[in-house]
């Protein structure tokens, strides 16, 4: 890997064609099955359209099958579409390099600490970087870890994606059940405090900055419903900020996915807080690749068609 104004580049020996035939992963055990079935069949549908050779490899709901559902597929490389636990906490990651077949993407480690909030959160800690103030609980302490919070306060688990088992609460009355909604979705669940102001979103390609965007969701907040239902959804691409606060919500986005380790893409969701600035609230390895999807939205914004977008990120396994 080289690297030339802190953007990746690929070895000018290696190209997509070196890579063989393509599988774009999608599917898998996850919550999100349904979002990465959709993510996958776009890909795979902008990639054909590239010429290159790429195969959809639907993966079933069983862990335990999927390393034989790779391995028997034939693919020579594979373009992960895989959304939540399994696909982005660095689990695919590991069979992939077992059998010694080159992926998108960050690798093991750096999935692995994006993916749960916790330890994503220290790493960004130790970096002085701007994060929300955080309870660690299980669901059975909630109500004990949260006495000294002011509500109202987010309650999520530790290693889920699109919002899911997420809820906002007002009183000390609503906590039991949202910590015990959220605890469906593991065993560590996390409190943050609340912020208001707009919700940004910046993704990296190529590890740099695409357009900030901005999402208006018309419920309270960006859940999953507003993600992926039409027309529960603004987007303003780029975002009607200042340019100051562009370039500060860039350069913390990057300085995010550097410090974990991430590889070419990611997407950082933030609350541009009045009086405080930008607070990142998490990062996304794998970024939805839907028609609602953030990253492609901003990277049309930079002129960079969907097509294109996903030749970009396959490139990253050449690294």
């Known amino acids: 890997m080289t690297t030339q104004n802190n953007q990746t580049t690929v070895p000018v020996e290696k190209t997509i064609a070196s890579l063989g035939l393509v599988g774009v992963l999608c599917g898998g055990p996850s919550h999100e099955r349904e979002i990465s079935l959709k993510s996958g069949t776009a890909v795979h ?13 639907t993966l079933s709901s069983d862990p335990e099958k999927i390393p034989d559902e790779i391995r028997l597929s034939g693919i020579r490389c594979a373009f992960i579409a895989l959304h ?23 690798d093991v480690e750096a999935s692995r600490y994006a993916m749960d909030k916790i330890s994503a959160r220290r790493r960004w800690i130790a ?46 009355e609503e906590l039991a059940p949202a910590a015990e909604k959220a605890g469906q979705f593991g065993e560590r669940i996390i409190l943050e405090e609340y912020l208001p102001g707009p919700e940004v979103t ?41 340019k100051e606060e562009t370039a500060s919500v860039q350069e913390i986005a990057l300085k995010a996915h550097e410090v974990l380790g991430c590889r070419s893409f990611s997407r950082v969701d933030f609350i541009l807080v009045p009086g405080r600035g930008p607070v990142i ?39």
Do not use: H, W
């Open 127 to 172: 970096a002085k970087l701007p994060v929300p103030y955080v309870v660690e609980a299980e669901p059975i302490s909630a109500l004990t870890r949260a006495k000294d919070m002011v509500f109202p306060i987010v309650v999520k688990p530790a290693g889920q994606g699109s919002s899911i088992g997420m809820s906002i609460v007002d009183t000390m």
């Open 202 to 242: 910046v993704g990296i390609l190529e590890d740099r900055p695409l357009p900030v965007v901005q999402v208006i969701p018309k419920n309270r907040f960006y859940d999953y419903e507003a993600k992926y239902t039409p027309g529960m959804t603004e987007y303003r691409v780029p975002a009607p900020i200042s």
């Open 84 to 106: 939540g636990p399994f696909g982005e906490d660095g689990t695919v990651q590991s069979i992939l390099e077992e059998l010694k077949i080159p992926y998108t993407g960050s």
């Open 281 to 319: 609230l998490e990062i996304n390895t794998i970024p939805g690749m839907t028609e609602s999807s953030l990253l492609p939205k901003a990277a049309k914004a930079a002129g960079i068609g969907f097509p294109e977008l996903c030749r970009r990120m396959l490139a990253s396994a050449l690294l």
């Open 45 to 57: 549908e902008a990639l054909s359209s590239l010429d290159i050779r790429t195969e959809l490899v």
